[in-house]
């Protein structure tokens, strides 16, 4: 018992020497690069999405891995193939509604909206009052809180205050009421971008601020930032923060990391829609919707890539299209594919030979390299298509 | 003294006068008050018809005191004719639902007098 | 705490009606020290408790603010009055008011509804009904045609007594043959006494001088009758 309490005292005392260094410390430092003018026009635009969906990839394995949640079980049932086929289907459904970017805005201002001012209350009480309406059924943004402060005004509340209230009357699972020490301490959030905790450091994030807040750009951007330099752009692909990310590099004019990361990864339709968004975001007269229109025709979309992903888990009937499909599994590309690369590079190369590239050397190293291992691959494709004896279509 | 739930169990007459009042929740020096609806009537710990808010006495970290008040259903019950106790109805008229309580203007007013004449009177012993 | 420890005082100057019933961890302090029939204590008897003067002008402006408070709340109040009234009015599906070519075409409908389900179920009923009325004529059939079944054995049964009744009704001794009997009886008297040696020998009459005459054969004879 005596030890218990004596632990307890220890451990209030290690809080108190926290919250002494949270005071001295700066809450995280500001990141340098802000959005100038509101992005959320161009953001929620249709075309943008959709090149930021594509972008991100639907790996299922990705989207449904094991995470550190109370229930991560799973259940197993038989099935008929028809049924396999439907679940299949309302699994990829579910994986796109796993996959909602959160919304790209700009910072809410706060500005003073005073409804009543009575001079006749002043110091009618030596603390200011807050009131909340807890009236049913009402959504968080719609919620009003009030203050009236002890001159007498009656004002609506500030934003912090009124997040701080509904967080205090309905509760959001998983968000504080304070700052997490993991975005009030300098140290900690460096350590976990050192550590590479990317997509935790988002999803926490994402959580604990509304993404119009101050503190989710400021943080967000100094994630994407030390992305950035550690070009471990993997980690987040396949996740909700992918669009937003590759949204932020195209509007600052950094995509070349994550371009060349691109083209080394073979993605190259990604690679040019990353291309074209820039563009589209800087007003840069070049014309991608045909290159697009193409690619999309060529590419399947990823929500359809991951049905064939999940169903060759199935067995397939035999003959003609198994072998072909054996050659292509061997390479890891179709004729299609090959033909999508030609024009993906072709737009590519352009990008580079224009002004908006600033690592040209590495990006044409890298497409260089590309082109080899693709030459090679295509001539070994042709010659087993050959030798298996099929028609080129 | 267990807690009636907010909905509600009090039972009630239809025509039996209403009121909005506080019902003194909390322990030994440490106030909080439920905002309720009940019986005129009744002894402020009695179940209750309906709670329509909540009301912290004691300034929290941030020095503002917490109400947190369901507008939707007081309107309702002022326009079934609730009556209204004078505390409760000074906050409501702080919180500018109603108009402000007279009793409000006067502790407005004596807490400036205090002020005033305490800062004369250390004007003139300096 | 002191006030507690005083369990003496309590007992004795604290009637369980002054605790207000409930004894337990509840007492009154008021009540203690001194009850309410004591006169006041002689160093109060003359204090005048000292009045808390209002000011006139602070009482006026009082009785302004109260009363344009009055004013201010019953309008509101009369507001919310009418707001709640059109709530009502408007928000419950009771008070949807209908004119009566609308009542009547909804009542047209109901009927409408109700005849067809009352033909449908009518329908039901009859063939119900109808399989029920065969299956009760086909029972009372079989029932009918098993109580004939039974009837006929019956009589066969009692014929069949009747006429074993009357064949050995041909030998009873009735009064006129009945001098006869006796005297065949008295003629020919039988002697039912017998004994059995352990060879399974019969031998009838009284006396045992028979025994050893008698053959074995014939009285066996006899045991096996």
């Excluded at chain 1, 309490?5 to 949270?22: D, T």
């Excluded at chain 1, 991608?288 to 990823?302: F, G, N, R, S, V």
Aim: include cysteine.
């Amino acid at each position: 018992m005596h030890l218990v309490r004596q632990i307890r005292q220890l451990n209030g005392l290690q809080g108190l020497r926290h919250a002494l260094r949270q005071v001295s410390t700066a809450p995280t430092k500001p990141a340098t690069l802000k959005y100038e003018r509101d992005p959320q026009p161009l953001f929620t635009d249709a075309e943008t999405q959709k090149l930021l969906q594509s972008m991100t990839q639907l790996h299922l394995d990705r989207v449904f891995r094991k995470r550190t949640v109370p229930d991560n079980s799973s259940e197993i049932k038989f099935m008929t193939t028809e049924q396999l086929e439907l679940e299949f289907q309302s699994m990829v459904e579910k994986a796109q509604h796993m996959l909602q970017m959160p919304p790209v805005v700009k910072i809410k201002e706060d500005v003073d909206r005073i409804i009543a001012k009575d001079p006749a209350l002043k110091d009618f009480a030596d603390t200011k009052f807050v009131f909340t309406d807890i009236t049913f059924g009402r959504r968080q943004s719609e919620r009003k809180v009030v203050v009236r402060e002890t001159d007498g005004t009656l004002a609506y509340a500030s934003l912090d205050t009124t997040k701080r209230m509904n967080q205090l009357y309905f509760p959001l699972d998983g968000r504080q009421s304070y700052t997490p020490r993991m975005f009030a301490l300098e140290e900690l959030i460096a350590k976990c971008l050192t550590e590479h905790k990317y997509e935790y450091v988002m999803d926490r994030l994402l959580v604990q601020y509304e993404p119009h807040e101050p503190e989710f750009h400021n943080i967000s951007a100094r994630v994407f930032e030390h992305l950035n330099e550690s070009k471990q752009f993997d980690l987040l692909r396949s996740t909700r923060h992918f669009g937003p990310m590759a949204f932020f590099y195209a509007w600052h004019r950094c995509i070349d990391d994550l371009l060349y990361d691109m083209i080394r990864r073979d993605y190259l339709q990604n690679a040019v829609e990353l291309i074209a968004l820039s563009y589209k975001i800087h007003n840069v007269p070049v014309e991608y919707q045909e290159t697009l229109a193409k690619l999309d025709a060529l590419h399947p979309t990823p929500a359809q890539s991951a049905l064939t992903e999940l169903r060759s888990g199935m067995r397939q009937p035999e003959g003609q299209q198994g072998i072909e499909q054996e050659i292509h599994s061997a390479i890891g590309k179709t004729e299609k594919d090959f033909t999508a690369d030609e024009i993906s590079l072709q737009f590519i190369e352009q990008y580079i030979a224009s002004e908006h590239a600033l690592k040209k050397v590495q990006l044409e190293l890298a497409v260089q390299t590309l082109k080899e291992v693709n030459q090679e691959k295509l001539q070994l494709f042709q010659g087993l298509k050959k030798a298996h004896g099929i028609q080129a279509s | 003294m267990s807690l009636s739930p907010a909905s509600g169990i009090g039972r009630f007459y239809a025509k039996s006068a209403k009121i909005i009042r506080f019902v003194r929740l909390g322990c030994t020096n440490r106030p909080f008050y439920h905002i309720v609806v009940m019986e005129r009537r009744k002894n402020q710990h009695q179940p209750v018809i309906e709670q329509v808010g909540s009301y912290d006495p004691l300034p929290n970290d941030h020095n503002e005191r917490l109400v947190a008040l369901n507008t939707e259903r007081i309107r309702f019950w002022l326009g079934k004719g609730a009556h209204l106790s004078t505390p409760a109805a000074e906050l409501l008229g702080i919180a500018g639902l109603l108009p402000i309580h007279p009793r409000t203007y006067m502790t407005a007013w004596r807490n400036r007098r205090t002020a005033a004449e305490s800062e004369a009177k250390a004007e003139t012993t300096a | 705490m002191l006030r507690a420890s005083c369990q003496l005082l309590t007992q004795t100057a604290l009637p369980a009606g002054k605790s207000g019933g409930s004894g337990f961890a509840l007492e009154f302090v008021r009540w203690r020290r001194k009850p309410r029939w004591l006169p006041v204590a002689k160093s109060k008897m003359f204090r005048v408790p000292e009045r808390k003067k209002q000011s006139e002008e602070e009482r006026t402006e009082l009785m302004r603010l109260h009363n344009q408070y009055k004013t201010q709340l019953r309008s509101v109040r009369q507001f919310l009055r009418e707001e709640v009234v059109r709530h009502e009015e408007t928000s419950t599906a009771d008070h949807i008011v209908l004119t009566p070519e609308q009542e009547e075409a909804e009542f047209l409908k109901c009927v409408d509804i109700n005849a067809t389900w009352n033909a449908k179920i009518a329908k039901e009923r009859d063939q119900r009904l109808a399989k029920e009325r065969e299956d009760k004529v086909a029972y009372v059939q079989e029932r009918l045609e098993a109580r004939q079944l039974r009837e006929e054995e019956r009589r066969e049964q009692a014929n069949l007594r009747v006429l074993r009744e009357i064949e050995s009704s041909k030998t009873f001794i009735t009064r006129e043959n009945l001098d006869a009997a006796i005297e065949t009886a008295l003629a020919n008297p039988v002697d039912h006494n017998f004994a059995i040696d352990l060879a399974g020998n019969l031998y009838r009459g009284r006396n045992s001088s028979q025994v050893p005459d008698s053959t074995p054969s014939s009285n066996q004879h006899a045991l096996s009758n």
